[in-house]
C-alpha cells in the first residue's frame, strides 16, 4: 500500500508518540497493564498450547465463556509470530490507532471539506487518553479500530452501493462483536443508515451482511449452546448488571477506583470459593462453564434484592452523575505519569477538546439529518451503559467521531481569522 502524504503524517506522529510512550517512558517492557490484562494474557496462552486453566484451577482444556474470544484470539496471534512479546502487542496496537486516525479522515470527508477532514485525522492522532490506551491487553483499540472501520464501509455501502464494503462492513462488524459483544446493537443504526437510502434494493446486500456476520459468531454462539443450553454471547451479564446496580444505589462510585476494584475482585473471589465448595463432591467434576452459570446465579439473587431497594428516583438523579463519568477524561496512563502532569493536562485537554465539539454541533446544527450516523455510536454507547455498569473506558470506541465536530470548530476559528482585515488597509485606517 503506498501511503498518501497525509496518510505519512498521521504516521509520523503516532510513531513518535509510541517511541516516547514506549522506550523514553518506558513502557515497552512492563508486565500486563489493565484491569483484564491478566484474563486475556492467560487465555490468548491457553490459545496457543490448548490449556484453558484460566479462572478455576481445574478442566484446565476447557475454554472459559466469561468473554468472548476475539480479543484473546488476537493477542494469541501476535504472541505466535513473536515469542509471546509484550511489545509488538503494543506496537501493533499503535499502528491499529494510526488506523483509526486514518479511517476518522476517510470517513469525515463524506461529511465535510478535505481540511477539516485532515484535522479530524490529526485530533484522532494525538486524542490524549487514546494515545496511552495501546500500552494496555485491553481490548479498547481493537474495538476503537473495528467500530471506525465498520462505520465507514457503511457509510461507503450507503454512498457507492458496491458490493466490497459491504462484505467489508459485514467482516468488521463480525469481528467487533467477538472483541466487544457489547457493540452488538449497533447493527440497528448501521442498517438503518444503508436501508433509509436503498429501502427494498439495498435487501440483496443486507442479506448478505447478515450472512457473514452469522458466519463468524455463529461458531461461538453455538459452541456456547451446545454447554449451556442457551444461546449466549458471554457469561457476565448477571454481574454487569449488579454492579450498574451498585453504582446506582451509591455502593459504588462512577469512577470506580483501584480500592473499589479490589473490593470487587475480593467479592469474586470469594464467590467463586464458594462455588468450588459447593461443587467439590460433583461426580464427574464440575466443568469451567457450569460454574460460571452457578456465578451468574450467584450474582442474579442478589441483584434482585438490590433491585427491590433501588428506587426511580436513585435512579433518575445518578443519571446526569453517570453519563458524565462515562464520557470524563479517562485517565489511563501509567501511575507515575497519571498521578504527577498527566491528569491536570487530561482535564485541561478534556473541557477544550468537549467546547468544540459543542462549537462544532452548533455549527452543524442544520446538517444533523445527514450527520447522525457520526452521533450513533455515542447515543448507543450512553444508552447501553445506563443499564450496565460504566467505566470511562467503555465510550473511548465511539469518541473519535465526536472529533469531526471538533475539527469543524476549529477549521471555523481558522477561516475566520484567516478572513480578519489586514489594519495596513487604507480603506480600514479612514
Not at 499503535?94 to 486516525?101: D, E, G, P, S, T
Request: proline share 5%.
Amino acid at each position: 500500500m503506498i501511503l498518501s502524504k497525509y496518510t505519512s503524517v498521521l504516521l509520523l506522529i503516532v510513531c513518535v508518540e509510541a517511541f516516547i510512550i514506549l522506550f523514553v517512558m518506558n513502557q515497552a517492557s512492563q508486565g500486563t497493564l489493565g484491569g483484564d490484562a491478566p484474563f486475556y494474557h492467560d487465555t490468548a496462552i491457553g490459545l496457543l498450547d490448548y490449556s484453558f486453566d484460566v479462572k478455576y484451577g481445574d478442566n484446565p482444556r476447557e475454554l472459559t465463556m466469561e468473554k468472548t474470544p476475539g480479543y484473546s484470539l488476537f493477542v494469541a496471534a501476535i504472541y505466535a509470530a513473536t515469542n509471546e512479546s509484550f511489545t509488538a502487542l503494543r506496537i501493533v496496537q499503535y499502528i491499529l490507532f494510526w488506523l483509526v486516525a486514518v479511517g476518522i479522515y476517510r470517513l469525515a470527508r463524506f461529511f465535510v471539506d478535505e481540511r477539516t477532514s485532515k484535522i479530524s485525522g490529526l485530533l484522532c492522532a494525538t486524542c490524549l487518553p487514546l494515545v496511552f490506551y495501546p500500552i494496555y491487553h485491553l481490548s479498547e483499540i481493537l474495538a476503537t479500530f473495528l467500530v471506525v472501520w465498520t462505520v465507514y464501509h457503511t457509510k461507503k455501502w450507503r454512498e457507492n452501493d458496491n458490493w466490497a464494503d459491504t462484505v467489508a462492513a459485514g467482516l468488521y462488524f463480525a469481528m467487533l462483536v467477538l472483541v466487544r459483544p457489547n457493540w452488538a446493537l449497533l447493527v440497528v443504526p448501521l442498517l438503518a443508515l444503508v436501508y433509509l437510502g436503498f429501502k427494498t434494493k439495498a435487501l440483496p446486500k443486507v442479506a448478505v451482511f447478515g450472512l457473514i456476520g452469522f458466519a463468524i459468531v455463529a461458531p461461538w454462539l453455538i459452541r456456547n449452546y451446545r454447554l449451556t443450553g442457551r444461546w449466549m454471547l458471554n457469561s457476565v451479564s448477571n454481574q454487569t448488571l449488579h454492579a450498574s446496580v451498585y453504582q446506582y444505589a451509591g455502593k459504588t462510585s462512577y469512577a470506580f477506583t483501584t480500592q473499589e476494584w479490589q473490593a470487587f475482585l475480593a467479592d469474586l473471589r470469594r464467590r467463586k470459593q464458594e462455588i468450588n465448595r459447593q461443587t467439590a463432591s460433583r461426580v464427574p467434576p464440575a466443568t469451567v462453564i457450569e460454574k460460571e452459570l452457578l456465578l451468574e446465579e450467584s450474582y442474579k439473587t442478589d441483584l434482585r434484592a438490590e433491585l427491590q431497594n433501588l428506587s426511580a428516583r436513585q435512579v433518575l438523579t445518578s443519571l446526569p452523575k453517570r453519563i458524565a463519568y462515562l464520557w470524563s477524561p479517562s485517565d489511563l496512563a501509567p501511575p507515575d505519569i497519571y498521578n504527577h502532569y498527566y491528569h491536570r493536562l487530561s482535564q485541561i485537554y478534556y473541557l477544550l477538546v468537549a467546547v468544540l465539539i459543542t462549537g462544532g454541533l452548533y455549527l452543524r446544527k442544520d446538517r444533523l439529518k445527514d450527520d447522525w450516523i457520526l452521533l450513533a455510536p455515542a447515543v448507543y454507547i450512553t444508552l447501553i451503559h445506563l443499564v450496565f455498569h460504566i467505566e470511562s473506558r467503555y465510550s473511548i470506541p465511539a469518541r473519535p467521531f465526536l472529533m469531526i465536530f471538533a475539527a469543524v470548530a476549529i477549521n471555523r476559528l481558522m477561516s475566520r481569522k484567516s478572513q480578519v482585515p489586514s489594519p495596513k488597509s487604507g480603506s480600514d485606517l479612514t
